[in-house]
């Protein structure tokens, strides 16, 4: 064993018994972006380094200690995608897809951040990310919340997500704000953490994201950015929320809630859960115009968030809303040369007649008894069974494996394939 080479820490393996729990929640969210009309796009998981530099910002969790960076043969410096606005944004505009264009997107993929693995954080995690281009809003802010507030109904898991929300305003009114919220941390250092005081130079309102317990008070003490908003992102704001107050989608106002990245403005929003610990953001958001011109595009609006699968699965699991799907409905028995090899053949045949079946073929030969045991262990509803004697007079046999349904009944292979179809 001291050989065997394992996963890195915090890249995760999804094991066959797991995979229709994934593939379960990975239709309803394409089934639910499919109902609003969004197109899926297909991202490189590695990007320019100085990509992710010049739009999640320098100063921010992700850039100063989480990337994957290395360079390449060539000596370019390239990053695993550590999220999936910016690459998205990058294709838009390269593409040129943002001339007088409205685009509603998503992505889907594995993510890269080098962070402290714990339940809930990953090294290597998956996001659904959605991004709308060339719509200012508030109108498309709304239909994202109802997108998302869809698929926690389709997943049974709406009574365990609340939605904050908050706006940062304009890039002006922001700096106006920071002088203030940067005097009165002033007027608290000794209360500030090591990471704090470095961001008070760098990156000031990045401390009302702190993590760190100890802060939270200080925190909660400062100054607000709903009260340097101007007119028009107060405009934006109160028709957002008078659009969810209409549409029955509850909220909570959290003026601290800044996102972990830079390049957010206006409308911010985070669902949160109160049963995952400390990961209690399942999903997170917001506007975000003043990227496009700093990734070189001419001015244009955009809107969107990203979804992390993990904690959505986790919070399916606590809910108890894990799906029972089968693998396999039907397992076929087949002792005898001769029944091996109609067996194939017949396999094939019912394949084509009983669309949408779950037929696995035993490999690998056995006695009547041990194929018995792998159609049970598979979990089969039922089992095909060809013997040299079914073969010779052309039937099968079928047996029901469910608790209590001993019979097994002998049909021709016209019969066998008519019942299939009802099952
Ligand atoms: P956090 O505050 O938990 O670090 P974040 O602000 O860094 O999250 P975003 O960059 O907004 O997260 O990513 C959106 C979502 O992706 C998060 O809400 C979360 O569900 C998921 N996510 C982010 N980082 C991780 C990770 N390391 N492992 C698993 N899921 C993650
Ligand atoms: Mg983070």
């Not at 899926?40 to 990007?47: M, Q, S």
């Not at 950015?225 to 509850?250: C, K, P, R, V, W």
């Not at 009983?354 to 262990?377: E, H, R």
């Amino acid at each position: 064993m001291a050989n065997n080479i394992q996963a890195i820490r915090g890249m995760h393996d999804v094991l066959p018994d797991q995979t229709p729990f994934w593939q379960y929640a990975e239709q309803a969210l394409r089934d639910v972006l499919s109902a609003y009309g969004y197109s899926e796009i297909r991202l490189p998981i590695v990007e320019k380094t100085e990509l992710f530099k010049r739009s999640i910002g320098e100063v921010t969790d992700i850039v100063e200690k989480e990337m994957y960076t290395f360079e390449d043969r060539n000596g370019d410096s390239l990053t695993l995608r550590p999220e999936g606005t910016a690459g998205c944004l990058r294709a838009c505009l390269e593409h040129g897809l943002l001339h007088n264009q409205v685009h509603r997107l998503w992505y889907y993929g594995p993510m890269y951040r080098h962070e402290r693995p714990q339940k809930g954080r990953y090294r290597q995690f998956i996001q659904l990310g959605v991004e709308t281009y060339g719509m200012s809003g508030p109108d498309i802010d709304a239909e994202l919340i109802l997108l998302m507030d869809r698929l926690w109904k389709k997943l049974g898991i709406r009574d365990k997500v609340r939605l904050q929300l908050n706006s940062l305003g304009t890039i002006a009114e922001r700096l106006v704000y920071r002088e203030t919220l940067v005097s009165y941390f002033q007027a608290h250092l000794e209360e500030l953490d090591e990471d704090s005081l470095r961001r008070l130079e760098t990156n000031p309102l990045r401390i009302l994201d702190t993590k760190n317990p100890a802060m939270h008070q200080l925190v909660a003490n400062a100054p607000e950015l709903m009260a340097y908003l101007g007119a028009e992102s107060l405009q934006h704001f109160n028709t957002l929320t008078a659009t969810l107050n209409d549409l029955g989608i509850s909220y909570e106002i959290n003026t601290r809630l800044v996102r972990g990245l830079d390049y957010y403005s206006k409308t911010v929003f985070e669902w949160v859960t109160d049963e995952l610990g400390s990961q209690g953001t399942v999903c997170a958001g917001g506007r975000y115009d003043g990227l496009i011109e700093q990734l070189g595009g001419k001015p244009n609006f955009a809107v969107g968030f990203a979804m992390g699968i993990e904690r959505l699965l986790a919070l399916m699991e606590v809910s108890g809303n894990i799906p029972q799907t089968r693998t396999v409905d039907v397992y076929m028995i087949r002792v005898g040369d001769a029944a091996e090899r109609e067996g194939l053949r017949f396999a094939e045949t019912i394949r084509n007649e009983v669309p949408g079946l779950k037929l696995q073929v035993n490999c690998g030969g056995g006695s009547f008894k041990s194929q018995f045991k792998k159609a049970d262990k598979i979990g089969a509803g039922y089992a095909i069974i060809l013997g040299d004697d079914e073969v010779s007079r052309g039937e099968v046999s079928i047996k029901s494996l469910r608790n209590g349904e001993e019979q097994q009944q002998t049909l021709s292979q016209v019969e066998a394939i008519t019942f299939l179809q009802t099952l």
